[in-house]
């Protein structure tokens, strides 16, 4: 029985093996017709003449696509004839009024597109020719964006990857390649200062500087593939996307509504478009750096209503930095300074809805924000100056109490020394 069971096992161990080494040479065999099916990249790495964009990571690449799969052609010949055969479908390099249509081959196929991002939306294609690019390209007009003007033709990634050409950090020079160009700009009377403005704002700062992809860049104003410049009616719905609050208060103003009627561009007519820099409390008032003199003269309302907010939100302003003056010190002196630190945060929560306010154009609202913050600072003050008392207090009571210790010691020695006389 024993020899039985042995034989059994022998005869199962030896046809393991053969089926191991028949799966690896079967295996290896897929490998290799895989590398086979795409000779155009093989033939091109060989003879180094891969295209300068060219990067293995590339997203179709990865995804097993070969570059018959937008050049065309047989991509499983060794034979250039056969492989580049028109009969075979090869295109060559694309034109590039037909680069949109070639990507959307397979970009608006909802079918398709699920085997690789479900997510992913299909209309890129028809957003495209609603815009300013895809309008013109229509027209036969190449000097404009294309598909792979912006994403690559062959180092093509996802947008949340930080090498992508369209990831947030990378977008303001992807589109400075075209809108930097200063032929470009002269043929279309366009401004080729456009990014070194945006650099310089609040909002490239953030971007740029501090990599926070949180921060607009030219996409999330203008779009992605339907790239408009935002119009009269919807530029307030744009800054409106971020600041929600700001939006509304202006909308819904006497003066947001008077503008609309005249046309102006809402938000940019203050802030600017691409320079936008950090708003001050200076901006409102009646002061040269202030907005509202450039249309409102001394003696009218909207002058009176400037200076009226602008007062009321320098007098929060002021009583906070004196506050935070005052805490410094508690600080220091190792004193107390929670309820000092609460008391600031209402206040500057305070002064944020107040300048958020200042878009109602109402200085009776801003003065109903200014008011609990006012409150809260002097509160802040109040305690950091009892703190910085106390600390006082206790530092003239060790003083005290050290001269009267060191006296009784001095009296202490000359009782002591006279006995001993």
């Given at each position: 029985?024993?020899?039985?069971?042995?034989?059994?096992?022998?005869?199962?161990?030896?046809?393991?093996?053969?089926?191991?080494?028949?799966?690896?040479?079967?295996?290896?065999?897929?490998?290799?017709?895989?590398?086979?099916?795409?000779?155009?990249?093989?033939?091109?790495?060989?003879?180094?003449?891969?295209?300068?964009?060219?990067?293995?990571?590339?997203?179709?690449?990865?995804?097993?696509?070969?570059?018959?799969?937008?050049?065309?052609?047989?991509?499983?010949?060794?034979?250039?004839?056969?492989?580049?055969?028109?009969?075979?479908?090869?295109?060559?390099?694309?034109?590039?009024?037909?680069?949109?249509?070639l990507c959307g081959k397979c970009h608006s196929d909802i079918r398709f597109m699920r085997k690789y991002?479900?997510?992913?939306?299909?209309?890129?294609?028809?957003?495209?020719?609603?815009?300013?690019?895809?309008?013109?390209?229509?027209?036969?007009?190449?000097?404009?964006?294309?598909?792979?003007?912006?994403?690559?033709?062959?180092?093509?990634?996802?947008?949340?990857?930080?090498?992508?050409?369209?990831?947030?950090?990378?977008?303001?020079?992807?589109?400075?390649?075209?809108?930097?160009?200063?032929?470009?700009?002269?043929?279309?009377?366009?401004?080729?200062?456009?990014?070194?403005?945006?650099?310089?704002?609040?909002?490239?700062?953030?971007?740029?500087?501090?990599?926070?992809?949180?921060?607009?860049?030219?996409?999330?104003?203008?779009?992605?593939?339907?790239?408009?410049?935002?119009?009269?009616?919807?530029?307030?719905?744009?800054?409106?996307?971020?600041?929600?609050?700001?939006?509304?208060?202006?909308?819904?103003?006497?003066?947001?509504?008077?503008?609309?009627?005249?046309?102006?561009?809402?938000?940019?007519?203050?802030?600017?478009?691409?320079?936008?820099?950090?708003?001050?409390?200076?901006?409102?008032?009646?002061?040269?750096?202030?907005?509202?003199?450039?249309?409102?003269?001394?003696?009218?309302?909207?002058?009176?209503?400037?200076?009226?907010?602008?007062?009321?939100?320098?007098?929060?302003?002021?009583?906070?930095?004196?506050?935070?003056?005052?805490?410094?010190?508690?600080?220091?002196?190792?004193?107390?300074?929670?309820?000092?630190?609460?008391?600031?945060?209402?206040?500057?929560?305070?002064?944020?809805?107040?300048?958020?306010?200042?878009?109602?154009?109402?200085?009776?609202?801003?003065?109903?924000?200014?008011?609990?913050?006012?409150?809260?600072?002097?509160?802040?003050?109040?305690?950091?100056?009892?703190?910085?008392?106390?600390?006082?207090?206790?530092?003239?009571?060790?003083?005290?109490?050290?001269?009267?210790?060191?006296?009784?010691?001095?009296?202490?020695?000359?009782?002591?020394?006279?006995?001993?006389?």
């Open positions: 029985m024993k020899k039985l069971i042995g034989i059994i096992t022998l005869v199962f161990t030896i046809s393991f093996a053969f089926a191991s080494v028949n799966y690896a040479a079967t295996t290896a065999n897929k490998k290799s017709d895989t590398k086979v099916k795409n000779t155009c990249l093989n033939c091109h790495t060989e003879n180094e003449n891969l295209p300068e964009d060219f990067k293995k990571y590339d997203v179709h690449l990865a995804a097993g696509l070969t570059c018959a799969s937008c050049h065309g052609g047989d991509p499983t010949s060794d034979d250039d004839a056969v492989a580049m055969s028109k009969k075979k479908g090869f295109i060559g390099v694309p034109a590039k009024k037909d680069i949109p249509k991002n479900p997510r992913m939306e299909t209309d890129q294609v028809s957003q495209y020719f609603t815009s300013v690019h895809g309008m013109q390209l229509k027209k036969g007009n190449t000097d404009v964006a294309a598909c792979t003007d912006c994403h690559t033709a062959h180092a093509i990634l996802p947008p949340n990857d930080p090498r992508s050409t369209v990831y947030a950090v990378n977008v303001p020079q992807t589109c400075d390649k075209c809108h930097g160009n200063k032929e470009l700009a002269k043929k279309y009377g366009l401004d080729p200062n456009v990014y070194n403005d945006y650099k310089a704002s609040v909002h490239g700062k953030d971007l740029l500087e501090k990599k926070d992809t949180g921060a607009p860049a030219c996409n999330d104003c203008h779009g992605n593939h339907g790239a408009v410049p935002p119009g009269v009616k919807s530029i307030d719905l744009v800054c409106g996307e971020c600041h929600v609050n700001n939006m509304n208060y202006f909308m819904n103003s006497k003066m947001g509504v008077a503008w609309k009627e005249l046309g102006y561009h809402g938000c940019v007519e203050c802030h600017s478009n691409h320079k936008i820099i950090k708003p001050q409390d200076d901006f409102v008032g009646t002061s040269d750096k202030a907005f509202c003199v450039k249309c409102h003269d001394e003696g009218d309302e909207g002058y009176n209503v400037a200076k009226s907010i602008h007062s009321s939100l320098t007098k929060l302003d002021t009583l906070i930095k004196q506050a935070k003056e005052k805490l410094a010190k508690v600080r220091k002196f190792g004193m107390d300074d929670l309820d000092i630190s609460y008391s600031l945060k209402e206040a500057h929560q305070a002064i944020v809805q107040s300048r958020t306010e200042v878009h109602t154009f109402d200085s009776s609202k801003v003065k109903a924000k200014v008011k609990p913050g006012i409150e809260a600072a002097r509160k802040a003050i109040k305690k950091a100056d009892s703190e910085i008392r106390e600390y006082s207090f206790r530092r003239n009571g060790y003083a005290a109490a050290t001269l009267i210790f060191l006296v009784f010691i001095v009296l202490f020695y000359l009782k002591i020394k006279k006995k001993k006389d």
